[in-house]
Nanobody
């Protein structure tokens, strides 16, 4: 059974930084495209950043130049470095990945980690 577990959320002041981590566990053979999404109260979940298996990235316009997505294939890990945080970045952040395991290839979500930006 594949699981994605996020960590690194918390409360930070505007202008501060946080680094989110997402580690995949289970009988994993390959992790393909992966991404970070967020959902603020009363809003739909939105894609924040995306990274392909080959390392190509793209970002939502609202976070370009402030957030950086990266991956460590050896550790089955996905990261999101968030700098210059704004109150509007407050949300639950979820990692998502297409994972090829011994059971086949499926899309998985983590349980989410809360990020609160407030003075």
């Amino acid at each position: 059974q594949v699981q994605l577990v996020e960590s690194g959320g918390g409360v930070v002041r505007p202008g501060g930084s946080l680094r989110l981590s997402c580690v995949a566990s289970g009988s994993i053979l390959t992790i393909y495209d992966s991404g970070w999404y967020r959902q603020a109260p009363g809003k739909q979940r939105e894609k924040v950043a995306f990274i392909t298996a080959g390392g190509s990235t793209n970002y939502a316009d609202s976070v370009k130049g402030r957030f950086t997505i990266s991956r460590d294939n050896a550790k089955n890990a996905l990261y999101l470095q968030m700098n210059s945080l704004k109150p509007e970045d407050t949300a639950v952040y979820y990692c998502n990945a297409d994972v090829h395991s011994i059971s086949g290839t499926f899309n998985y979500w983590g349980q989410g980690t809360q990020v609160t930006v407030s003075s």
